[in-house]
Each structure stands twice: as structure tokens, then as C-alpha cells.
């Protein structure tokens, strides 16, 4: 498979489906360091070992990190998108912007958010890529 990053609510239905023991990094299936962020949070919230979980996380997935020049491109598109009025949450401009910057698509369900970052170089795949689709590595 291709390298593919997916969104928090890709990885949320991975967990729910109990297909997270079938990842691992050969797959090419990348996280955000904001999804890995937004999900263990949730996890914390629910009372599970966030250390443990994030561990086995990263053990799992190839983590793109936050670094400078992902923030330069979130900062610059923030900018474009506000003077045309159209606004995003900045978890979802830092995710998409690393996705830019470490040039991976994108697999979501929030195309919503994410669409207005397709013309700053964003490429968006479908989750079924990943996920109950056909080929797929975790079918």
C-alpha cells in the first residue's frame, strides 16, 4: 500500500472495528502528531492508560510530527482562508496542512473541513482505502 495518513475519525473507526492489532508500519498508514493528540485525549477522558494506548499507537502508525515548516503552511493558509471568510478548526488546518508539507493524502470522513485545503495541495482519499474497502489491508 502507498503511504496514506488518516483523520481522527478514520483512526476512531479503526478502534471501534478492533482493527488496530492488524496495523503495522510496513502498512504505510500514517497519524498526525494532532490525531494522535485528539485521540488520546479522548481515551483519557474515558479512563483509559493514555501512555500505554500512545505507545502502542506510535509503535503501530508512522507518526508525522509537528515541526516549523508545518506550521509556516498552516499559518499561511490560515491567513488566505480568513480573508476569504472561510474558516476551519486548527486542529483540522494543522492536520491537513502536515499532510501538505510531508505530501500524504489524506483519508477522512470530514471532507467538509478538508476540501477548502485541496487547493493549497492537499490530496483527500477515501477511508475506505484503509478501511472495509476492496484491496485493503485491513479487510
Excluded at 477522512?108 to 485541496?118: A, C, I, M, Q, V
Aim: net charge positive; charged share 25%; glycine share 8%.
Amino acid at each position: 500500500m502507498e503511504k496514506i495518513c488518516i483523520d481522527t475519525d478514520v483512526l476512531i473507526d479503526i478502534a471501534r472495528k478492533r482493527l488496530i492489532g492488524y496495523v503495522s508500519k510496513e502498512l504505510g498508514i500514517h497519524l498526525t502528531s494532532i490525531t494522535l493528540y485528539e485521540f488520546s485525549k479522548g481515551l483519557a477522558y474515558i479512563g483509559r492508560d493514555i501512555a500505554t494506548s500512545k505507545d502502542e499507537l506510535e509503535s503501530r502508525f508512522n507518526i508525522l510530527w509537528l515541526t516549523n515548516d508545518v506550521i509556516l503552511k498552516a499559518s499561511g493558509i490560515f491567513c488566505k482562508l480568513k480573508k476569504r471568510g472561510y474558516l476551519i478548526p486548527d486542529p483540522d488546518l494543522l492536520i491537513g496542512s502536515t499532510c501538505i508539507v510531508y505530501n500524504v493524502p489524506l483519508a477522512t470522513y470530514n471532507t467538509k473541513h478538508f476540501e477548502k485545503l485541496k487547493q493549497y495541495g492537499l490530496t483527500l482519499e477515501k477511508p475506505e482505502r484503509v478501511i472495509g474497502g476492496c484491496p485493503c489491508p485491513l479487510a
